[in-house]
């Protein structure tokens, strides 16, 4: 499927558009002692967003961004992993995992839908209107049986373009399913996926190549760079200031220029 310039225009005006007015608005941080205490905006998915290390440079994730835009007390706890769909990383423990730390106050960002896609593969494939919303839900469920928010974001958008120019969308019926759960569910959405397409054509096919891992020896159309992590995390945290996920006091640098010198790649932990 691919878009033409006046569908990457309406889906990025419906971005756009105020939040609408069954969407709760922000909830002030618990407080001690009248001091706001650390909240956590937790991350479950996949490689796009997830922590890279040196051996993997210069490939990044946008989760490893998200920091630059966000004022203390909030902090990130980044648990995407290479490879995971909604269905894998719940059967992996990983989802316990969150929620065995979660605090109310808290957020859990879930984004998933590349690996998800991947019908070759039984431990990892899940059913854009069935399984995928199924595996969603004990997300959704529990973030809030624990006191915290749970915001659903649409994957972010591969690099591919037709033969006409045009950013052509990878993801099938995966961000139509989420969009329509987001809405059954009354959980924020942050439409990632739309507004990612969008940016890709307005830079078009040769600028795109500064933002995605083409290195010399490869040509990786799915994951970040530097610049381009730190693009989809700008995008990432409009949203939340747009859904009132985050007040405005919540998010900083969102107009600035982002160094990539301050992207950095730990060694692998044994």
Known sequence: MSL?????????LIAALPVAAATPAHAAAPSYGGAPRTRTL??????????KYADAAPETGW????????????????????????????DEGRLD????????????????GHNDAKSDDPTRYTEPWTTYQDHLRRY???????????????????????????????????PAAMRALARAEGVALLDIQALSIALWQELGVEETKKYFNWTETEQDNTHFNPPGAIAVARLV???????RVL???????????????WITWPQPTA
């Open 237 to 243: 945290v409009r949203e939340l200031r747009r859904t």
């Open 63 to 90: 989760g490893m961004a998200l920091p630059f835009f966000l004022r203390e007390p909030l902090k990130v706890s980044n648990h995407a992993v290479n490879g995971r769909s909604s269905k894998s990383f719940i």
């Open 97 to 112: 995992a969150i929620l065995a730390a979660i605090r109310p106050g808290d957020l859990l960002l879930i984004q998933f």
């Open 247 to 261: 007040a405005p006091r919540d998010v900083r640098r969102l107009d600035d220029d982002i160094p990539e010198s």
């Open 140 to 174: 959704i469920a529990g973030a809030r049986a624990r006191g915290a928010r749970p915001v659903l974001a649409t994957s972010v958008e591969r690099r591919r373009f037709d033969a006409n120019g045009n950013a052509r969308s990878s993801h099938g019926e995966y």
């Open 4 to 12: 033409t310039r006046r569908q990457v225009a309406a889906a990025a």
């Open 42 to 51: 937790y991350i479950a998915g996949d490689s796009t967003a997830a922590q």
